[in-house]
Nanobody, 127 residues
């Protein structure tokens, strides 16, 4: 059974940093593209970043230069380092996995088309 468990959320002031982690189990982690998504109250789910099997990252414009996605295939762990946080970054953050293609495509991030999802971790940013 595929399991994705996020951790590391919390409350931080604007300009602060948080590091989210996602522990994966039940599948061959290295064979899957991974992504981070977020959903604020009253809003739709939004793709934040993805990382290919080979470690190549991609980000939406709103987080470029502030967020860093990384993966540790030996530890089956996905990480999102978030710096210079803004109030608009506040949301529930989800990690997701997709193994349907050898390379995840950008539209999969934009339209949340990943196969497996965690339950999320809450990030609050106060101004």
């Amino acid at each position: 059974e595929v399991q994705l468990v996020e951790s590391g959320g919390g409350s931080v002031q604007s300009g602060g940093s948080l590091r989210l982690s996602c522990a994966a189990s039940g599948y061959t982690f290295s064979n899957y593209c991974m992504g981070w998504f977020r959903q604020a109250p009253g809003a739709g789910r939004e793709g934040v970043a993805l990382i290919q099997r080979d470690g190549k990252p991609d980000y939406v414009d709103s987080v470029k230069g502030r967020f860093t996605i990384s993966r540790d295939n030996a530890k089956n762990t996905l990480t999102l380092q978030m710096n210079s946080l803004k109030p608009e970054d506040a949301a529930m953050y989800y990690c997701a996995a997709d193994g349907s293609k050898s390379i995840c495509e950008w539209w999969q991030l934009l339209h949340s088309r990943f196969e497996y999802w965690g339950r999320g971790t809450q990030v609050t940013v106060s101004s």
